[in-house]
């Protein structure tokens, strides 16, 4: 809907501009307009389907089972993917990073400046 909408709108902007550049031809100001506006609506209108298909707004992707089935099994296998992740509380993660913001100031404290 969206995007025949804005065909029909490019349509006219164009078309208005067409017929004003080389005139209306045998089939007049209406035909002319109209074809330029309908032919536009329907091109933008397919692709802009089109994209709303591919890019749909479902919640999960469905995948096949043996693709699951496959990654369990790497996930299964690999030792890192199999590690927990640390999560450091709120206090934690801002004395580490004072930390490293100490470290990387005394490093530049301590280099040479040209």
């Given at each position: 809907?969206?995007?025949t909408g804005v065909g029909l709108t490019v349509g006219f902007i164009f078309g208005s501009y067409?017929?004003?550049?080389?005139?209306?031809?045998?089939?007049?100001?209406?035909?002319?307009l109209s074809?330029?506006?309908?032919?536009?609506?329907?091109t933008l209108g397919f692709f802009l389907a089109i994209g709303s298909v591919i890019r749909s707004?479902?919640?999960?992707?469905?995948?096949?089972?043996s693709l699951m089935q496959q990654s369990q099994k790497m996930a299964l296998a690999s030792p890192v993917l199999r590690q927990?992740?640390?999560?450091?509380?709120r206090a934690e993660?801002?004395?580490?990073?004072k930390r490293r913001w100490d470290a990387e100031k005394q490093r530049e404290a301590e280099?040479?400046?040209f």
């Amino acid at each position: 809907m969206m995007g025949t909408g804005v065909g029909l709108t490019v349509g006219f902007i164009f078309g208005s501009y067409s017929i004003m550049r080389q005139g209306a031809g045998p089939r007049g100001f209406v035909g002319t307009l109209s074809q330029y506006m309908l032919s536009s609506a329907a091109t933008l209108g397919f692709f802009l389907a089109i994209g709303s298909v591919i890019r749909s707004d479902s919640g999960q992707i469905q995948y096949h089972p043996s693709l699951m089935q496959q990654s369990q099994k790497m996930a299964l296998a690999s030792p890192v993917l199999r590690q927990e992740v640390y999560r450091a509380s709120r206090a934690e993660a801002f004395q580490r990073m004072k930390r490293r913001w100490d470290a990387e100031k005394q490093r530049e404290a301590e280099s040479p400046r040209f």
